[in-house]
């Protein structure tokens, strides 16, 4: 049996491929968006949770990105080889290492901002409002582990 991708085979009734396939275009659009600053969109969202909740462990990093702990842990290393971030093994607990923003990795934040509010409003604006606020709430709050 032979499908067609977006000619009603069944590879386009699966969840997994359509999810991915529109997930890898609009990490293109806030890829590209970002390049200006030499960041991917993974590379942002980790910068940013690390300055919403520094210093923060890599565990907590991995589980609110939803990340295995090695995948979170190979992230953090080029962050942290371009200064972006610090690791620092925790006071409390010397088995945990915590990350936090540098002086560098905040300045990075807030020139990616902006273009990354673009990307935002930008994606918005082609999906529709209603429509992107709607489905970002029901991808956050899908929980089919």
Same mark, same amino acid.
């Given at each position: *049996? ?10 386009? @009734?699966?969840y997994a491929t359509t999810l991915r396939r ?8 806030? +890829? ?13 969202? *980790? ?11 890599? /565990?907590? #990093?991995?589980?609110? #990105?939803? @990340? ?6 190979? /992230?953090?290393?080029? @962050? ?20 936090? #923003? ?25 999906i529709g409002a209603a429509l992107a606020t +709607? #489905? ?5 709050? @899908?929980?089919?582990?």
């Amino acid at each position: *049996m032979t499908t067609q991708s977006r000619g009603g085979g069944a590879i386009d @009734l699966c969840y997994a491929t359509t999810l991915r396939r529109a997930s890898r275009r609009i990490s293109q659009r806030y +890829d590209h968006a970002l390049a200006p600053v030499g960041l991917r969109a993974t590379q942002f969202a *980790m910068l940013v949770t690390v300055q919403e909740r520094q210093p923060i462990a890599i /565990n907590e #990093l991995a589980d609110l #990105l939803d @990340l295995d702990r090695t995948t979170a842990g190979k /992230n953090v290393r080029p @962050l942290e080889q371009h200064g972006l971030v610090a690791t620092r093994t925790s006071p409390a607990d010397r088995r945990i290492r915590t990350i936090a #923003l540098t002086d560098a990795g905040a300045d990075l934040i807030a020139r990616a901002l902006p273009l990354w509010r673009d990307a935002q409003r930008d994606t918005e604006v082609q999906i529709g409002a209603a429509l992107a606020t +709607d #489905l970002r709430e029901r991808l956050r709050d @899908l929980d089919i582990g």
